[in-house]
C-alpha cells in the first residue's frame, strides 16, 4: 500500500506521511464536523457525548449526532489552537490543575465553538454524560450545563474496583438505559426506540471490532506493521466516535486491514511522519494518552530511534476489544452495559498492571514508557506503582516521561527526547550485558533489585 504526503495542521510548510487508511479516517471526521455544522438546519438532533463509554449505537437508534467535548479539544490540540483556549479558560477563573481538555473546550465555546473544520458547532439538544471512572467528566457536564439550556442524561456506570463487573453492576446500568437514557433520547428526538435499528447497528460494531483486533495483534509480527500508539490514534478514530455501528466503519476497517496485511506479506514497517519505518531496534509498551499538540515531533522522537509502540493503553481508553469483548445484537442493552463498564479508565489498578503486563509478554516488548499527562488523573494516579509491578513481573525495563494533552506549557522536548534517548540507550546496555535476566525481546531486566527506571519532569 503507497503512502501518501499531505500538509498537516503542524508548522507551516511542514509535511507528513500518511497511509491510506489515515487519510480516509481523516476524512471521515472532517465530514462529520461538517454534518454537525448543518445539523440545525437539516432538523437533525445534536447530543454530546464523551469517549469512553459512549451509546453510539443508541444514539443512531434514535438518528442523532454526537459529539464528543474531549475531541474538540484534542482537534484543537492537534492544530495549536489549544493553548490560546486554554489560557482564555483560566483568564475566566479556571485553575491550572484543571484538566487541559476542560479548558480547551470552554475556551473553544468562548471563541465561538468553531470546529477543526472551520464551522461553528451547534449546541446540544441534550448532554449525555456516560460515567466510566472519570469523575471530571461530571464536573465538565456541570459547566456545559451552564452554557446551554438543554436537558442531561447520566448513565452512572460502577467502578470495577474488584476487578470485576458482576450481574448486579450489569443490571444497574441497564435499569439505567431503560428509565434514564432511553426515554431522554425519546423526550428529545419525539421517536420510539427502533430496537431493530439498535441490534443492527451492534451487529455491524461487531464486524469492525473483528478487524481492529486483528489489526492491533498485528504488532505481535516482527517487525511490527503498526505503531500502535501513534498510529493506533488514526486506527481507533471510527469506532471510538461517531462512526461505530454503520457501514463506514466496517468498510474503514476492512479498508485498514487489507492495508496491514500488504505490510505484513512485504514484512514492512509501520508508516511514520518520516515514511515507512526500516529498522525495527525498540518494541515499546506505552501507558498514557499522547501530547496532542506536539504529536507528530513526539512521534519522530520515537521512529527516528527505530522504536515501535506495538501496544498501547490509550488505544484502550474508549473500549477493550482484544480481551474478547464484541458487541451483541442479540443482549442490546445489556451489551452496551458491558461496553462501558470496560473502558480502561474504569478499571481498577491491578487490572491495569496484568494488562500491560501481558502485553510485554505477547507482543515480546523491549520494555514499558509511562508518559504521564500532568492534567489527567484518571491515567495518571498510580503510573508510578504500575510501572514498578510491571518491571517486577516482566523482567523489562520501565521508563516515565510527564508531557499533558493539550496544555503546550508541559511539553519539553528537548527534555522528553534526552529521556527517550537515555531510556533507549539502557535498553541497549542491558542486552549486551553479560549473565544479565532477559526479558521476552531479548532485552535484560534487572537483578533482584529490579530494573532501573528513568523519571522526567519536564
Not at 345 to 368: F, H, K
Request: charge should be negative.
Amino acid at each position: 500500500m503507497s503512502a501518501e504526503r499531505e500538509t498537516t495542521g503542524g508548522r507551516e510548510g511542514e509535511r507528513e506521511v500518511k497511509d491510506a487508511s489515515m487519510l480516509l479516517q481523516k476524512e471521515m471526521i472532517a465530514g462529520h464536523f461538517t454534518a454537525l455544522s448543518r445539523a440545525k438546519e437539516e432538523g437533525k438532533k445534536v447530543v454530546y457525548t464523551f469517549v469512553p463509554g459512549n451509546l453510539t449505537e443508541l444514539l443512531h437508534a434514535f438518528d442523532v449526532l454526537p459529539l464528543y467535548p474531549e475531541i474538540n479539544a484534542l482537534q484543537s490540540g492537534m492544530r495549536k489552537k489549544s493553548g490560546g483556549y486554554i489560557l482564555e479558560a483560566e483568564r475566566l477563573g479556571h485553575s491550572e490543575d484543571v484538566c487541559a481538555y476542560v479548558k480547551s473546550d470552554i475556551g473553544m465555546l468562548r471563541a465561538g465553538n468553531v470546529g477543526p473544520t472551520g464551522e461553528k458547532l451547534p449546541p446540544p439538544d441534550l448532554l449525555l454524560l456516560s460515567y466510566t471512572g472519570c469523575f471530571t467528566f461530571m464536573k465538565w457536564f456541570e459547566l456545559l450545563k451552564r452554557e446551554y439550556d438543554c436537558p442531561v442524561a447520566m448513565l452512572h456506570v460502577p467502578y470495577q474496583g474488584d476487578g470485576e463487573f458482576t450481574d448486579e453492576m450489569r443490571k444497574y446500568v441497564v435499569d439505567q438505559l431503560r428509565s434514564e437514557v432511553i426515554p431522554k433520547l425519546e423526550q428529545v428526538t419525539g421517536k420510539k426506540l427502533d430496537e431493530a435499528k439498535l441490534e443492527e447497528a451492534l451487529a455491524k460494531s461487531s464486524v469492525a471490532e473483528d478487524d481492529l483486533v486483528w489489526v492491533l495483534e498485528s504488532a505481535k509480527n516482527k517487525p511490527s506493521p503498526i505503531d500502535a500508539y501513534f498510529g493506533g490514534v488514526y486506527y481507533i478514530g471510527p469506532i471510538f466516535t461517531a462512526f461505530r455501528g454503520t457501514d463506514a466503519a466496517v468498510e474503514y476497517y476492512k479498508t485498514l486491514r487489507s492495508e496491514v496485511q500488504v505490510r505484513l506479506d512485504q514484512r514492512l514497517g509501520p508508516i511514520t511522519p518520516d515514511g515507512p519505518l526500516t529498522n525495527e531496534r525498540y518494541r515499546l509498551v506505552v501507558e498514557g494518552p499522547p501530547s496532542w499538540p506536539s504529536f507528530q515531533e513526539f512521534w519522530k522522537m520515537f521512529s527516528g530511534e527505530g522504536a515501535v509502540v506495538v501496544a498501547s493503553s490509550y488505544t484502550k481508553v474508549g473500549g477493550f476489544y482484544d480481551h474478547g469483548f464484541r458487541h451483541d445484537p442479540k443482549r442490546p442493552l445489556e451489551s452496551l452495559a458491558d461496553y462501558c463498564a470496560g473502558c480502561y479508565t474504569n478499571l481498577n489498578l491491578p487490572s491495569r498492571i496484568e494488562i500491560l503486563a501481558r502485553y510485554v509478554r505477547e507482543y515480546q516488548a523491549d520494555g514499558l514508557l509511562i508518559n504521564s499527562v500532568k492534567s489527567c488523573n484518571s491515567f495518571s494516579a498510580g503510573q508510578l506503582m504500575i510501572l514498578r509491578e510491571v518491571e517486577e513481573r516482566t523482567g523489562v525495563p520501565g521508563g516515565f516521561i510527564e508531557t499533558d494533552l493539550v496544555d503546550p506549557r508541559y511539553f519539553s522536548a528537548a527534555n522528553v527526547k534526552n529521556r527517550l534517548e537515555s531510556y533507549l540507550q539502557m535498553i541497549e546496555q542491558k542486552r549486551k550485558s553479560p549473565g544479565a535476566p532477559r526479558g521476552p525481546s531479548g532485552a535484560a531486566g534487572g537483578g533482584s533489585s529490579g530494573p532501573r527506571r528513568l523519571e522526567v519532569l519536564p
